[in-house]
């Protein structure tokens, strides 16, 4: 069971107003681990670091213009409540409505395309946006960002999901790419604060966001152990459909 799908389970059991106080929280946390034995209860010094982080978070999220949706909120993405380990909180950037309407497919591979890899790439991410569907995908060089180009060009809706804060976009050469999602009415989405660096097991945890905001995923061109191999996983796990390009035999 996945840590979020777990949270998920323990906040359906808590009354619809838990608590007021930081001593009726602590209260009701000592009152859930006598059926829940893996509950940790802090003490009250540590929810109250806690939630002077969360205010901080939220302060610093207004300030940099992310809005920060719940998985109980009424705009979270509907379709990420759906797959097994949903996020608890989204970050987000630009048009979060993008999030819970049209039609969206990720169009994923490999940072170090062939030449054929990236022009289907740019092809694919057209044609998407021709029928009205957004492209989603990491901002990863070669084929996540060629996908995404070429939904822009043909005036269609991107969106990005990273594996940091939203304060900063890596690699750093996605940059103008992000801006220009964002100025097309995209959105730039992450399930972690501000002030969240980029980290190996983040981009994992990224990969099934992707195609969780998705209803299916492309492969353009990946080797069989690339990361857009977990992309394809999850794809698997949560339902979507999934399909791969067939490249010349030549190539």
Not at 1 to 6: C, E, F, L, V, W
Not at 56 to 84: A, M, T, V, Y
Not at 192 to 205: E, I, Q, S
Request: charged share 20%; net charge neutral; proline share 6%.
């Amino acid at each position: 069971i996945g840590r979020n799908t777990a949270l998920l389970a323990l906040r359906a059991s808590l009354p619809e107003h838990p608590a007021e106080t930081l001593e009726s929280l602590l209260a009701l946390l000592e009152t859930i681990k006598t059926t829940h034995p893996r509950v940790r209860v802090p003490s009250l010094a540590q929810l109250a670091t806690a939630r002077e982080d969360a205010d901080k978070n939220w302060r610093n999220s207004e300030r940099l213009g992310i809005r920060i949706s719940g998985f109980h909120e009424p705009d979270f993405p509907e379709c990420l409540r759906q797959i097994p380990d949903p996020p608890m909180v989204l970050h987000v950037k630009g048009n979060l409505a993008c999030l819970n309407t049209g039609l969206k497919i990720a169009i994923v591979g490999t940072r170090e395309p062939s030449e054929f890899g990236l022009t289907q790439a740019e092809r694919w991410g057209g044609l998407a946006a021709s029928r009205s569907a957004a492209v989603v995908s990491g901002l990863a060089h070669g084929c996540d960002t060629a996908g995404q180009r070429g939904c822009l060009d043909r005036g269609g809706v991107a969106i990005g999901v990273l594996a940091h804060g939203l304060d900063m976009i890596y690699p750093a050469a996605s940059r103008q790419l992000g801006e220009q999602i964002l100025a097309g009415h995209g959105a730039l989405v992450s399930e972690y604060p501000a002030g969240t660096p980029p980290g190996r097991n983040l981009f994992v945890d990224r990969d099934r966001l992707q195609s969780g905001l998705s209803a299916g995923v492309i492969i353009i061109e990946t080797g069989l152990t690339g990361g857009t191999m977990h992309t394809a996983r999850f794809a698997r796990e949560q339902g979507r459909k999934l399909a791969a390009l067939a490249h010349p035999a030549e190539l």
